[in-house]
């Protein structure tokens, strides 16, 4: 396999934001396998390689449990026509990653994306590592890789350390042991999981009227009907104050009956609802910690 990971064989790919290596990347080889990865330079492009048939799903990076969400995605994915038909949980392990032979005393800089400095900022500062901010985790160990200087390290994956030939100098040096990322895989016709209680989520979008206490009665439906949201994020439409959306990530299925009934009160308070998508639930979820 290359070093793009391209195949001449659209239904066997799956694209993703990044340079080889990302922990996009990582995601796709760990959630598919016998899939070959598309590295597209933004998400929008991630997108179109499935809209236009380049690639059949996309590995897409929703939240991270250290950074927060991903700037971006939840503006974009309700508009890219794609429809979310599974859900991957990728564990992050930041590596200190230099030229074979680099001692530490040789590091003048490390470099990488600013989510990743932050996530390793303790184990930087204790190692007396002065930070550089990179465009993305694996451009930077590409980086590395091509300057061939010891003064420049990178902190990456360790696929981007099989990719671009660098020595893993210090291993799994997060700050956080619990750093992970949420990963939702979209594709262009929706797949709709069997009803399965307590094993299926649904992700939707909405609008509220704008009338008073719209949201709160909106959200009513939920609670009464004993449906549990584990997701609710809003964001603004258009620059406007007044143009607000929401993301929701529910357990359960349309045709349960309180979800059905849930959704039918949310209708009452809503101009807009859109399912996203009606997928399996993550074994990742299975953990009372996560």
């Known amino acids: 396999m290359s070093q793009q990971e391209t195949t001449a064989d659209p239904a066997r790919t799956i694209s993703f934001q990044g340079a080889p290596g990302a922990y996009s990347h990582l995601a796709c080889r760990k959630a598919f ?71 530490l005393e040789d590091i003048e800089a490390v470099h990488s994306h600013i989510h990743a400095i932050g996530q390793t900022r303790k184990t930087l500062l204790g190692l007396g590592l002065s930070p550089r901010i990179h465009a993305d985790t694996a451009g930077s160990a590409r980086d590395v890789a091509k300057w061939a200087d010891p003064a420049h390290a990178s902190v990456a994956s360790t696929l981007a350390a099989e990719i671009y030939g660098l020595e893993i100098l210090k291993s799994d040096i997060e700050d956080a042991g619990h750093n992970t990322t949420r990963f939702v895989v979209l594709s262009t016709e929706p797949v709709q999981a069997a009803p399965d209680p307590g094993k299926v989520m649904t992700t939707f979008v909405f609008n509220v009227r704008n009338v008073p206490a719209a949201l709160y009665k909106a959200m009513g439906g939920f609670a009464t009907n004993g449906v549990n949201m584990v997701k609710l994020e809003s964001y603004q439409l258009g620059g406007s104050f007044n143009a607000t959306q929401f993301y929701a990530d529910i357990i359960g299925h349309p045709e349960d009956k309180s979800v059905r009934l849930a959704l039918e009160e949310l209708e009452f308070f809503t101009s807009r609802i859109k399912i996203m998508g009606v997928y399996p639930m993550a074994p990742f979820r299975d953990n009372d910690d996560y």
Do not use: W
Request: charged share 20%; with cysteine.
């Open 33 to 103: 396998p016998e899939y070959d990865a598309l590295a597209c330079p933004t998400f929008e492009d991630a997108f179109a390689a499935v809209s236009e048939g380049r690639a059949a799903r996309a590995m897409i990076p929703i939240d991270n449990s250290v950074a927060g969400r991903v700037a971006d995605i939840h503006h974009l994915m309700p508009e890219s026509g794609l429809y979310i038909i599974g859900e991957h949980f990728q564990a992050v392990n930041h590596q200190l990653l230099v030229v074979p032979g680099t001692k």
